[in-house]
C-alpha cells in the first residue's frame, strides 16, 4: 500500500492505525461485484469464500465449518458491536440501506 498507494488505501495499509489487525469491512454496490471478482489476490477478500475454500479442502472433516461460513459475517460482526470502536457501523450501515434503497 505504501510502495503502490494509488492501489491500496493508506489506512488498509499501515496496520497500526487499524490496531494491527487484518480486518476491514468492505461495502460494495451489487453492480461491482462482478468487476471485484475478477481482481487476483492471495485470499478471497470476502471472508465466506476464503473460508468456505479453505474447510471444503478438509473433506468430511470441514463440513461444520463450510456450513458455518453463511453465517459468519453476522457471528464476527455481533459480539464486535459491544465494543465503542464498533458502535459507528450502525449508523453507516443505516445510511447505506437509506441511500441505496436496500
Same mark, same amino acid.
Given at each position: &500500500?505504501?510502495?503502490? /498507494?494509488?492501489? #491500496?488505501?493508506?489506512?488498509?495499509?499501515? @496496520? /497500526? =492505525?487499524?490496531?494491527?489487525? @487484518?480486518?476491514?469491512?468492505? #461495502?460494495?454496490?451489487?453492480?461491482? %461485484?462482478?468487476?471485484?471478482? !475478477?481482481?487476483?489476490? +492471495?485470499?478471497?477478500?470476502?471472508?465466506? *469464500?476464503? &473460508?468456505?475454500?479453505?474447510? &471444503?479442502?478438509?473433506?468430511?472433516?470441514? !463440513?461444520?465449518? !463450510?456450513?458455518?461460513? %453463511?453465517?459468519?459475517? =453476522?457471528?464476527?460482526?455481533?459480539?464486535?458491536?459491544?465494543? /465503542?470502536?464498533? @458502535? /459507528?457501523?450502525?449508523? #453507516?450501515?443505516?445510511?447505506?440501506?437509506? *441511500? +441505496? &434503497?436496500?
Amino acid at each position: &500500500g505504501q510502495l503502490i /498507494p494509488t492501489q #491500496v488505501p493508506f489506512l488498509i495499509a499501515y @496496520r /497500526p =492505525y487499524m490496531g494491527n489487525w @487484518r480486518f476491514s469491512w468492505y #461495502v460494495l454496490h451489487k453492480s461491482a %461485484e462482478e468487476k471485484h471478482a !475478477k481482481l487476483t489476490t +492471495n485470499c478471497n477478500p470476502w471472508v465466506c *469464500e476464503d &473460508g468456505a475454500w479453505f474447510y &471444503g479442502l478438509l473433506g468430511s472433516w470441514g !463440513k461444520q465449518g !463450510k456450513t458455518m461460513m %453463511e453465517f459468519f459475517d =453476522y457471528a464476527l460482526t455481533s459480539p464486535l458491536l459491544g465494543l /465503542p470502536a464498533y @458502535r /459507528p457501523l450502525i449508523p #453507516v450501515v443505516e445510511k447505506l440501506l437509506e *441511500e +441505496n &434503497g436496500w
